[in-house]
Structure formats: structure tokens, C-alpha cells
């Protein structure tokens, strides 16, 4: 049994997120925890909300809520929509965490101490009307790398490219929106990542088998222009870590915080800290996955991310770690995704143009969006959702292909022999050709699935699928029944086993169809199949089940017209 460590990139918690966000970490992390711990692996998967940060300041103040409250509210309603996706999560954490306070504080007087921070007095810009600085993204102009005009002060979005809020042509409040903007000189540490940059880039040199746009992201940033750059770590904001070194004052520093992406990562570690705190287990029990001093050795640690978290997540989170000094954990293998797209163009929360998490749940049960967006992730490139591909794969995959194997054969098996696997000969040629085939198939599944090839891995799963329904289309046990009961029942046996075979293998995919596959098959003994014969025997004659209810509806035309001008974007 191996141990494994995998973190999905934090959303933030400014709001409910849409189903981009959604397949580009958390959803894929989420199918190889399940397959993982389905192998018999042990697994801790963590994720948290980040919660500092101008986002979460700018969003309360539309509510009108103070920022600890509105975070808290938040948090509460992006743990509710993970639960309603199915995300498995050893544990969903908080930045905002006391875990998280002390532990940057901590990293923060490591890095002081051997020499990786230093102060720097800069020029940042002032807003009158505001009556404050204005870092990051309370600041929008025009990014002076691709003309976007609505670039952040932090990264534009367009581009990818990070900024810092001086960059920007044409700069405003993202509060205001005032153009009264002054520079004035203030004070902050940066993070010496230039002093790091030859760790880093023999690390990153070392990992040849992570993806190519994992490694040609972070080797863009890393030799581009002028190469890596130190990067400010603290922010003029009220909402955030407070500066210290460790537990003491840092003099200067007085009422500025941790900028939100020097502390974000550390959450990883903090949340696991978290839920240690929260199943009443002392420090040994998270150290035993960060520590390579205290049992980390043997940990297999991945992370899941869009492409735009990747810079940070190759750079800045490791010269944190490399630069502590301190024997910490570093990834072993970052899974990156591209875009995901919306008919045609971006989703938008502002003009409410794409489907998000919660209306997702509210049309349509949570395996629907699984299915479709894990065998659409945008791996090689950035991915397209309209309506018409989800009704069609809905309807062709999940409703055709699986849910119509297991009505027919649930159904054909009552009307015959009732409820419970019939006494049934042996399998005959056919059987073993097909439990040949399916060997081979699933075999190829496991090895998409280790290599964390999401979309090679679904269709080799719905190739598996619809060797069940060829097999019953060329068996025809209600053709044979008539003339041979006994070699209708041992079809009707192989069927049955299928039912419970497909709901194991199916289950990192699809969670709550398997679950109701196999309470219906009343299947007490789900484990992986690795010996395939042996589990397409595993119901035994005189087994009793019930037919299961209609596992997935069709998708009308109606419907996909009526979603298609819901989420449109065409509102006010």
C-alpha cells in the first residue's frame, strides 16, 4: 500500500465557482483520490478556500458584510457544493485557519533567518478617493503585454502574464473605479527567488515526466526575460496574515499582511494540520505527510491546477520550501489542465453567461456534470462545452450505453428467475472471450488512470461499458430463455456480475450511480477487481437484488434548448 498526497488548486472565495474552475483541479483530484483509495491506497486529499486578499474584500463590501463574516458564509456554501459534487475531501480548509496564521509566520521568519528576505521601500499606487493603497487586484487597467483591457494589478487574465499594479496603463480603482491615482512610497519584504532560482530549476529539471505544460509554464517564467524575479510576499491591506517573523514583531511591518499567494499555498500543509486538529490527532499525524524528517519519505505528493496557478505552484511555493531550509515535502507531480471554454467564449459570473456549480445541481444530478467534464477535460488543450455535445454524451454514454445494460438486464432477470442470481452452469466460450477482453480493457483503464490521463481513462471505460451491451445484444438470454432456461440463466449470471463489476470501476467517474448500482446488486464486497474472472463470479447463485430505479434520464431537446438560453449571458 502506498501513500499519497494530493492538493486541488484553493478557489477562492469570492463566490460560487463555474464549471470551469471546477474541472480544472478539484474534480480530476477528486477522481484519482477515488480510484487511489479504491486500489487500496492510503490518501489524503486536501483543498481549502482561499480567503484572503482583495477578492474576498471586495466581495463583502458588495454584500455588505464584514470580510470574516462574509468568508465564513462562503465558506460554508463551497463546502455544501463539494459535498454536492461528490468531492471527497479528507478534509476542505480555510486560509483565514490559526493553522495557517502560525504556519506562515513561521516560513516567513525561516526564510528571514537564512537569508531569502529582504525589505524594499516602493512605489505603489494611492488612491485619493479611496484614502489607501491599492495593491493587486484592487487595482484594473490595460495590460501593457496584450492590450486586455480589464488586467488585473496582479496577473492578467487574458495572457497569464503577472503584473505588478504599477505596470498597467491606464490604471483605476476596482473599488471607485477613480482615476485619482498617485504613486507613493511604501514598504515591503520580497522573497529573494532569484537567489533560488538554481535550486528550482534543477528541481523542476529532475521531474521529465511531468506534463509539457506544467514544465514549459514554469520554464517560461523561469528563463524569460530577465529570468526569475524576487517577488513581493506583503501587502498595505487589513484583511490577511499579519507580518511577523515567526512568533516576534518584524519592526516596519506594522498593520500590513502576507500577500494572499505567499500564504495560500502554505494552507495545503496548514489544512492538513486542520484536519488532524479535527479528528483529535496530535501533530505527528499531518507532519507523517509534509516531514520528510517525521515520515514523509515515502509519500507520493500531486497537485491538481488550471495552468494559471502553475507559475506559482513551480516557483514561488517551492522557494518558500527550498528556501526554509527546512525538510519539507515538494511535489512530485503536478497535473495541470488548460481552459475550459463556454459556447464559443468565456464563462462570466458578471453577465451570468455559463453554468455554475449551483445551477449545475439544480438541473441535473451531480454524475451528469462528472461524466461530461472529466471525459472532456481540457488536457492538451483548452476544451469546449456547448449543450448539444452534453445532451449528446449524456444521452449516448450514460443513459444508452450504461443505464440501459443495467435496466435490461436487471429487468429480463425479475421477469424470469425474480430478484436473485439463478443456478447457472458454467460460462461458456463466449463468456471467456469476453471476460478476456475485459481483462485487457481494464488493465488499460488502471494505467490511464495511474498516469492520471483523465479523458484516455473515461473513454476506456465507456469502451468497457459497451462490451456488456454487445455481449447481451449477441447472448440474447430472452431469445435463448425460450428453448434453453439453463444458458439463459448463466447469461443472466454474467450480466449480473457486470452490474457490480461496472459500479466499482465506474466509481472514481460516476460516485452516486455506482453507489445506487451496487445498493441495488446489495453488494457488501466492492474491492478493485483485480482478478477479473474471479470477480465476474462474485454474486453467487440465490443472491438477492433489486432492480434499480432509471440510474440516468435522457436529456430532452427541450430541455437543451431551455439551459442553452438560461445560462446564455443575455441577461441585463
Known amino acids: 500500500m502506498a501513500r499519497h498526497l494530493i492538493t486541488s488548486a484553493l478557489p477562492y472565495i469570492n463566490g460560487i465557482k463555474h464549471l470551469g474552475n471546477l474541472v480544472g483541479s478539484q474534480l480530476p ?72 496564521r502560525r504556519l506562515t509566520q513561521h516560513f516567513a521568519g525561516r526564510l528571514a533567518d537564512q537569508g531569502y528576505i529582504r525589505e524594499v521601500v516602493e512605489k505603489q499606487i494611492y488612491s485619493h478617493a479611496d484614502g489607501r493603497f491599492l495593491p493587486d487586484r484592487y487595482i484594473e487597467g490595460t495590460c501593457p503585454n496584450c492590450g486586455y483591457d480589464k488586467a488585473r494589478g496582479d496577473q492578467c487574465e487574458n495572457c497569464t502574464k503577472q503584473l505588478d499594479p504599477t505596470d498597467l496603463i491606464d490604471p483605476r480603482s476596482a473599488i471607485s ?97 486542520e484536519w488532524a486538529d479535527a479528528e483529535g490527532l496530535d501533530d505527528n499525524a499531518w507532519r507523517r505527510w509534509w516531514r520528510l524528517d517525521e515520515g514523509a519519505e515515502d509519500v507520493t505528493y500531486t497537485q491538481f491546477m488550471g495552468k494559471d496557478n502553475v507559475p506559482f505552484h513551480t516557483l514561488s511555493f517551492p522557494a518558500t520550501l527550498i528556501g526554509s531550509g527546512e525538510p519539507w515535502k515538494m511535489v512530485d507531480y503536478i497535473k ?45 488543450g483548452d476544451s469546449e462545452f456547448t449543450w448539444e455535445n452534453f445532451q449528446q454524451s449524456v444521452n449516448k454514454d450514460l443513459a444508452d450505453v450504461l443505464g440501459n445494460f443495467v435496466s435490461r438486464i436487471t429487468k429480463f432477470c425479475r421477469s424470469k428467475f425474480g430478484e436473485v442470481v439463478p443456478e447457472a452452469s458454467a460460462y461458456g466460450p463466449e463468456e471467456q472471450a469476453l471476460i478476456q477482453a475485459l481483462t485487457t480493457r481494464i488493465r488499460a483503464y488502471e494505467g490511464y488512470m495511474e498516469a492520471m490521463e483523465v479523458r484516455k481513462a473515461a473513454s476506456e471505460l465507456r469502451a468497457i461499458w459497451v462490451l456488456g451491451n454487445e455481449y447481451l445484444q449477441s447472448a440474447a438470454p430472452w ?57 465476474l463470479s462474485a454474486l453467487p447463485a440465490g443472491h438477492a437484488f433489486t432492480v434499480p430505479e432509471v440510474l440516468f434520464a435522457k436529456i430532452s431537446d427541450d430541455d437543451r434548448v431551455e439551459w442553452e438560453q438560461r445560462f446564455s449571458g443575455t441577461r441585463a
Open 29 to 100: 483530484a477528486d477522481l484519482y483520490a477515488r480510484y487511489l483509495r479504491a486500489r487500496g491506497h492510503e490518501v489524503m486529499f486536501i483543498c481549502a478556500t482561499d480567503e484572503h486578499g482583495t477578492p474576498a474584500e471586495l466581495a463583502a463590501a458588495k454584500t455588505g458584510e464584514a470580510v470574516a463574516d462574509y468568508c465564513a458564509r462562503m465558506h460554508g456554501v463551497q463546502t455544501a457544493l463539494a459535498d454536492g459534487f461528490g468531492l471527497s475531501f479528507d478534509h476542505y480548509g480555510r486560509s483565514s485557519s490559526d493553522r495557517n
Open 177 to 273: 473605479g477613480s482615476t485619482d491615482l498617485e504613486v507613493r512610497e511604501t514598504k515591503h519584504l520580497y522573497l529573494r527567488q532569484s537567489a533560488l532560482k538554481g535550486d528550482i530549476a534543477a528541481w523542476i529539471d529532475a521531474k521529465a515526466d511531468w506534463p509539457i505544460l506544467t514544465t514549459s509554464i514554469a520554464r517560461k517564467w523561469l528563463n524569460d526575460g530577465d529570468g526569475l524575479q524576487d517577488r513581493g510576499i506583503t501587502r498595505d491591506l487589513d484583511w490577511g496574515v499579519p507580518v511577523k517573523r515567526g512568533d516576534a514583531d518584524w519592526p516596519g511591518m506594522e498593520g500590513k499582511v502576507f500577500y494572499v499567494w505567499f500564504d495560500a499555498p502554505i494552507e495545503y500543509i496548514a489544512a492538513t494540520a
Open 336 to 380: 495541470s489542465f488548460n481552459y475550459l471554454n463556454y459556447q464559443g467564449g468565456q464563462f462570466s459570473t458578471s453577465q451570468g453567461r455559463g453554468v455554475f456549480m449551483d445551477h449545475a445541481l439544480d438541473i441535473l444530478p451531480a454524475d451528469y456534470w462528472r461524466w461530461w467534464l472529466l471525459s472532456h477535460a481540457p488536457e492538451s
Open 479 to 535: 431469445t435463448v430463455f425460450k428453448t434453453e432456461p439453463e444458458r439463459a440463466a448463466m447469461q443472466v449470471r454474467m450480466g449480473l456480475n457486470l452490474v457490480r463489476l461496472y459500479a466499482i470501476l465506474s466509481a472514481p467517474f460516476i460516485p452516486f450511480a455506482s453507489r445506487a448500482m451496487l445498493e441495488g446488486m446489495a453488494v457488501s464486497d466492492a474491492s478493485w477487481p483485480a482478478d477479473v474472472p474471479a470477480a
